[in-house]
């Protein structure tokens, strides 16, 4: 019997405050890290890039804190609740650093860029802070730090892509990857504190985008998502000259690789994705049936106060144009409950859109104020806590219901699902997805089959969360 929770791994990494799994360690290393990694699946891109830089430098990774001879947290400070998050393991590792002389702990990620040097004074057992576009200096400043010295660099940059730098798979299941494509935010969400510490957009160049793609599918991965924080305003111009290369063209390219190799990207922001990024989608159908299109409220005054540049009907007919050129798409949106001002009536609206949009999925949080940001500066945090939490409770009935509505009417369809792994719940079921993101749970009826094959599944039942079918055999 499956329950509610099945295979919620790819939901839970995606901007939850979770453990990222580490690779198996070959032996061969004298000196190890350890690494978590914290907040959106570019912290966890980022976690691959710092482990390439540090296994040039002689470090092997361990699933083993105690093992380590450094232990770094990339760090994400989205919410407040994902700060406490990283200071209560900070202090989990109090004991670990009192027991091993010479055990360096470092602090990467928004959360280092966000506190700078203020986090040496805080958390008085770190001995390295690094933000995010710092990363190539990590050698020197574990070097310093072995000195006894405290070691900062959390300088950001304007071109800084990490391009050239190869990633080291962490905790992969050796079907899917993520392939950053873009750094930083130009956006200013007034609520949002990541155009602060991931800095000014920038985008990287096609080429080495595509020769990492190129890369996965030929060690037999069979899916590539495309990071960043606002993907639809990718562009890529060559500096040897030549036109700027757009999202549209790069999916394209990216799609060319190989009709098994699934595309997803992520995130889109709903002013920025275009009619040609939804007719690229259409003409090939290996760029999954899929986008998140955070709506954050759906209230026309609220979204003004969050500097989101889009009205309620704007968004709307957005997700018009996206049913009407991709029949088959499935969405999925962040909501945000209890903004600064949110009135009753607002908070309707967002219950109102989410009807509307009928999302298959969405990620809902209360507000909470970040210092620094437009909101902090600009307008009270007036929403008192147990409202924010009563709506949000709302929003979240109301998105279980609609997940239900969704999946309930893909009884009986028949998918192709890329097989990712054992259900988590029942070794002797397989676990895949749809291209519409769906998590499909199937029985391994059929011998020969492994991680990375396509299969056709069809639906007999479901629950809120998951799709329980049986393999199509011929
Ligand atoms: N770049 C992405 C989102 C990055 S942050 C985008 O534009 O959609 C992921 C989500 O966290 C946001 O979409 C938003 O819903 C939520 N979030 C960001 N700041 C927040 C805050 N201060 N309080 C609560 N939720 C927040
Ligand atoms: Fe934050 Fe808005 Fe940029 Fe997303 S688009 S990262 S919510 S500022
Ligand atoms: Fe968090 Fe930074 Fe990502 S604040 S959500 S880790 S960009």
Not at 16 to 36: C, L
Not at 68 to 96: G, P, Y
Request: glycine fraction near 6%; include cysteine; aromatic fraction near 8%.
């Amino acid at each position: 019997m499956h329950t509610l929770t099945t295979d919620k791994q790819h939901d839970e990494s995606r901007q939850g405050e979770s453990f990222a799994p580490f690779a198996a360690d070959p032996n061969r290393y004298d000196r190890h890290f350890y690494i978590e990694s914290y907040g959106c699946q570019m912290n966890f891109a980022d976690s691959e890039v710092v482990a390439s830089i540090l296994q040039d430098q002689g470090y092997g990774a361990t699933r083993q804190p105690d093992q380590a001879d450094l232990i770094l947290l990339n760090t994400c400070s989205i919410r407040e609740k994902a700060e406490q998050t990283v200071r209560k393991r900070l202090t989990e590792f109090k004991q670990l650093k009192r027991e091993k002389k010479g055990l360096l702990i470092g602090v990467l990620g928004c959360m280092a860029e966000r506190l700078k040097s203020k986090f040496l004074e805080e958390e008085r057992l770190v001995d390295i802070v690094v933000g995010p576009d710092a990363y190539r200096t990590l050698p020197q400043l574990i070097e310093e730090a072995g000195t006894g010295q405290k070691a900062v660099n959390v300088l950001l940059s304007r071109e800084e892509t990490y391009a050239d730098i190869a990633p080291v798979r962490l905790g992969s299941n050796g079907v899917s990857a993520f392939v950053s494509i873009m750094r930083g935010c130009n956006n200013m969400c007034s609520f949002c504190v990541v155009p602060f510490t991931r800095g000014r957009e920038r985008s990287r160049d096609d080429r080495s985008i595509l020769a990492e793609c190129l890369d996965l599918f030929q060690k037999g991965y069979r899916e590539v998502t495309l990071l960043g924080q606002n993907v639809d305003s990718y562009h890529f111009t060559p500096e040897s000259g030549g036109s700027a290369v757009h999202f549209a063209a790069l999916l394209e390219q990216v799609a060319r690789i190989s009709p098994l190799l699934r595309i997803r990207f992520s995130t889109s922001h709903p002013k920025d994705i275009t009619d040609e990024v939804l007719h690229t989608m259409a003409r090939y159908p290996n760029i999954c049936r899929y986008i998140h299109l955070p709506v954050q409220s759906g209230s026309s005054r609220v979204l003004q106060l969050m500097n989101r540049t889009y009205t309620r009907e704007w968004y709307k007919a957005k997700v018009d144009r996206i049913r009407e050129i991709l029949p088959d798409c499935g969405i999925s949106s962040d909501i945000i409950a209890g903004f600064c001002t949110e009135t009753e009536a607002d908070h309707q609206d967002t219950l109102d859109i989410m009807q509307y949009s009928r999302y298959d999925f969405s990620y809902m949080f209360f507000y909470s104020e970040r210092p620094g940001t437009l909101a902090q500066r600009r307008y009270a945090d007036d929403v008192p806590e147990s409202i924010k939490k009563a709506r949000l409770q709302q929003i979240v009935a109301l998105q279980n219901e609609l997940s239900l509505i969704s999946n309930r009417q893909d009884i009986g369809k028949v998918f192709e699902v890329l097989i990712e792994g054992d259900s988590k719940r029942d070794e002797q079921s397989w676990m895949g997805r749809n291209s519409q993101n769906k998590v499909l749970v199937f029985p391994k009826t059929v011998p020969g089959l492994k991680r990375g094959d396509y299969v056709q599944v069809k639906v007999d039942q479901c629950t809120q969360a998951t799709l329980l079918g049986s393999l199509v055999t011929e």
